[in-house]
């Protein structure tokens, strides 16, 4: 049997290529390609292992028709085009926890930096002064750090902070009380935190619901001489806005380990600014990190490819090779269902309920709970999964519950997801159709019968005649091209539900233009 092929195109600690070379796998070290010359070469390998540096872009995977599998070592995957990784049936690895702790350790460092300013009072001692007047620090002591994402890393830099007597207290849809309460911390909004913390330390990934979180209005409204650290990912904080609210004083100091763009330009307009601070994305840094990650990475994808184990895959369930062909459509069903429900529901979403009624109740419910959690709980983070899916769900004090029911209803398979939110449970339900093909069947109480996939608009309305064609008329002004169409509605007259899937994806401009049609009371851009 000829060995598989594995690249390591970024640097990584020289375990890993030996882990390759031990578990079987043949291995090149090729790192500092351009994307050009990455395309040339990739064609011939069946894994890929990478930290930030490599973009796994669209073209890099046309380029790649032996790839099975795509390892990170480290957390953030926002480098890699998992949506069509997963297209090409390329499966997605992490290494969600081996640099939590280098991760969360660099944030407190940024924090005792920015309070003692050392980094500016080291470069002027250096250079000859002896500015002893200059520098009034702050204590952290008895100062409030607010977190914006309790995960993984949160949750140490929180017990980290508690170790410096900080009170802290956490931004984060995803952390219920109870968790709260375990870590010591108090769970707030988003305003609250920031006109209440002293210091504040971002821990999400970077997605929709992020990016530019720290917006220039929030900053404006924070409380005056924050300190801002963020080790998370560029394009969480307006970078421009920092800048001003610097110089005005009314941020007293940023720390940055990640840039928007990165590397930055050398005239970022960061650079120079008094009370700024920041490190070339060091936060995974460490010799332990480093080791830790390389050798999981490089397990994880031998394992993968000489004995077909999976392990922390972002976008593949770990399933026997009997139960395989029979769960796998239901899965599929499944996760676009979490998502649907988690994508359409806001607040503090506590409970989540995974009902199987008819065919669907005698089959293994574990990996199709798993890929309704992993659909859920991915706009939240990067690391979810559907093996893990279940774990992170526990871990957060989501209450997930089971219900079997053995009845038969109008479709011969069923799967419902409901989850409890402020204004009352919301539940979507979906069945197979010729026992492989998932379909929507209800949405909010409303029969609607959609196939989700790609790139799709939702819309709730009061059904109205001339409705429809004022929608058609404003994506087709917007250049939209419109793939499918599904309608359901409550009774005639009432409320009704639009699902239209378009050919690109739906900014939100338009979201808000739709929102101001006659009738329309909400619009949701949705993507599967
Ligand atoms: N600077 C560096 O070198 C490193 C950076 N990272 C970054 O740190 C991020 C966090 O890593 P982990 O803690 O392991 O991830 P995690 O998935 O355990 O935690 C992320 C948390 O963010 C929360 N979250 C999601 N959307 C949110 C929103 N809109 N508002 C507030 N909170 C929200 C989630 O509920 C979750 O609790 C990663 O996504 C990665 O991008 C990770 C490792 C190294
Ligand atoms: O590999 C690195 O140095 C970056 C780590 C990181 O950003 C991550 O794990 O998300």
Same mark, same amino acid.
């Given at each position: 049997?000829?060995?598989?092929?594995?690249?390591?195109?970024?640097?990584?600690?020289?375990?890993?290529?030996?882990?390759?070379?031990?578990?079987?796998?043949?291995?090149?070290?090729?790192?500092?390609?351009?994307?050009?010359?990455?395309?040339?070469?990739?064609?011939?390998?069946?894994?890929?292992?990478?930290?930030?540096?490599?973009?796994?872009?669209?073209?890099?995977?046309?380029?790649?028709?032996?790839?099975?599998?795509?390892?990170?070592?480290?957390?953030?995957?926002?480098?890699?085009?998992?949506?069509?990784?997963?297209?090409?049936?390329?499966?997605?690895?992490?290494?969600?926890?081996?640099?939590?702790?280098?991760?969360?350790?660099?944030?407190?460092?940024? @924090?005792?930096?920015?309070?003692?300013?050392?980094?500016?009072?080291?470069?002027?001692?250096?250079?000859?002064?002896?500015?002893?007047?200059?520098?009034?620090?702050?204590?952290?002591?008895?100062?409030?750090?607010?977190?914006?994402?309790?995960?993984?890393?949160?949750?140490?830099?929180?017990?980290?902070?508690?170790?410096?007597?900080?009170?802290? @207290?956490?931004?984060?849809?995803?952390?219920?009380?109870?968790?709260?309460?375990?870590?010591?911390?108090?769970?707030?909004?988003?305003?609250?935190?920031?006109?209440?913390?002293? $210091?504040?330390?971002?821990?999400?990934?970077?997605?929709?619901?992020?990016?530019?979180?720290?917006?220039?209005?929030?900053?404006?409204?924070?409380?005056?001489?924050?300190?801002?650290?963020?080790?998370?990912?560029?394009?969480?904080?307006?970078?421009?806005?920092?800048?001003?609210?610097?110089?005005?004083?009314?941020?007293?100091?940023?720390?940055?380990?990640?840039?928007?763009?990165?590397?930055?330009?050398?005239?970022?307009?960061?650079?120079?600014?008094?009370? $700024?601070?920041?490190?070339?994305?060091?936060?995974?840094?460490?010799?332990?990190?480093?080791?830790?990650?390389?050798?999981?990475?490089?397990?994880?994808?031998?394992? $993968?490819?000489?004995?077909?184990?999976?392990?922390?895959?972002?976008?593949?369930?770990?399933?026997?090779?009997?139960?395989?062909?029979?769960?796998?459509?239901?899965?599929?069903?499944?996760?676009?269902?979490?998502?649907?429900?988690?994508?359409?529901?806001?607040?503090?979403?506590?409970?989540?309920?995974?009902?199987?009624?008819?065919?669907?109740?005698?089959?293994?419910?574990?990996?199709?709970?798993?890929?309704?959690?992993?659909?859920?709980?991915?706009?939240?983070?990067?690391?979810?999964?559907?093996?893990?899916?279940?774990?992170?769900?526990?871990?957060?004090?989501?209450?997930?519950?089971?219900?079997?029911?053995?009845?038969?209803?109008?479709?011969?398979?069923?799967?419902? *997801?409901?989850?409890?939110?402020?204004?009352?449970?919301?539940?979507?339900?979906?069945?197979?159709?010729?026992?492989?093909?998932?379909?929507? *069947?209800? @949405?909010?109480?409303?029969?609607?019968?959609?196939?989700?996939?790609?790139?799709?608009?939702?819309?709730?309305?009061?059904?109205?005649?001339?409705?429809?064609?004022?929608?058609?008329?404003?994506?087709?002004?917007?250049?939209?091209?419109?793939?499918?169409?599904?309608?359901?509605?409550?009774?005639?007259?009432?409320?009704?539900?639009?699902?239209?899937?378009?050919?690109?994806?739906?900014?939100?401009?338009?979201?808000?233009?739709?929102?101001?049609?006659?009738?329309?009371?909400?619009?949701?851009?949705?993507?599967?």
């Amino acid at each position: 049997m000829t060995k598989p092929k594995v690249l390591i195109s970024d640097k990584m600690d020289p375990n890993a290529a030996k882990i390759f070379a031990e578990r079987g796998c043949d291995v090149d070290v090729i790192t500092g390609k351009t994307p050009e010359e990455l395309k040339a070469i990739i064609g011939q390998y069946d894994g890929l292992a990478i930290r930030s540096a490599t973009k796994v872009t669209k073209e890099i995977l046309d380029a790649a028709p032996n790839l099975k599998v795509i390892g990170r070592a480290g957390i953030g995957v926002d480098n890699v085009d998992i949506p069509y990784a997963s297209s090409k049936g390329v499966v997605v690895m992490n290494t969600p926890f081996g640099n939590s702790i280098t991760t969360a350790e660099h944030a407190i460092a940024m @924090i005792m930096a920015l309070a003692r300013q050392i980094p500016e009072a080291d470069r002027r001692t250096q250079a000859g002064e002896w500015p002893k007047n200059d520098f009034m620090g702050i204590e952290v002591t008895g100062k409030t750090l607010g977190l914006i994402g309790a995960g993984n890393i949160g949750s140490i830099v929180a017990s980290r902070a508690q170790g410096l007597k900080m009170k802290v @207290i956490a931004y984060d849809p995803f952390l219920t009380e109870d968790r709260a309460i375990e870590m010591g911390i108090e769970k707030v909004d988003l305003d609250t935190l920031l006109s209440r913390a002293d $210091f504040v330390s971002l821990h999400t990934p970077l997605t929709d619901q992020t990016r530019n979180i720290l917006s220039r209005e929030r900053l404006e409204n924070a409380k005056p001489g924050i300190r801002i650290v963020n080790c998370a990912r560029g394009g969480l904080i307006d970078e421009v806005a920092l800048k001003d609210l610097l110089l005005s004083g009314q941020v007293a100091g940023a720390a940055l380990d990640v840039f928007e763009k990165e590397p930055p330009a050398p005239d970022h307009p960061l650079f120079g600014t008094p009370g $700024f601070i920041c490190t070339p994305h060091l936060g995974a840094s460490t010799t332990e990190a480093q080791v830790n990650v390389a050798l999981q990475v490089a397990e994880q994808i031998s394992d $993968f490819l000489v004995n077909g184990g999976v392990t922390n895959a972002l976008n593949m369930p770990s399933l026997s090779a009997e139960e395989a062909p029979k769960l796998k459509p239901y899965m599929a069903l499944a996760e676009k269902l979490g998502s649907l429900v988690g994508q359409l529901s806001h607040g503090n979403l506590e409970k989540i309920s995974i009902e199987r009624e008819g065919a669907a109740a005698s089959l293994n419910g574990k990996p199709i709970t798993g890929a309704v959690l992993a659909g859920f709980m991915r706009r939240y983070s990067d690391s979810v999964n559907m093996v893990n899916a279940p774990y992170l769900a526990r871990e957060r004090g989501l209450d997930v519950r089971e219900v079997r029911h053995d009845r038969e209803g109008v479709y011969h398979t069923l799967v419902r *997801v409901t989850v409890e939110t402020s204004q009352g449970p919301r539940s979507v339900a979906g069945t197979l159709f010729g026992d492989a093909a998932p379909r929507l *069947v209800e @949405i909010f109480g409303i029969g609607i019968e959609a196939d989700l996939a790609g790139h799709m608009l939702y819309i709730v309305n009061e059904d109205a005649p001339g409705f429809i064609g004022r929608i058609g008329t404003l994506l087709g002004q917007a250049g939209i091209n419109i793939g499918t169409f599904h309608l359901g509605r409550r009774q005639a007259g009432g409320e009704a539900v639009l699902l239209l899937s378009v050919d690109q994806p739906i900014n939100e401009e338009l979201v808000q233009q739709a929102a101001k049609i006659e009738g329309v009371k909400m619009v949701k851009a949705l993507e599967f």
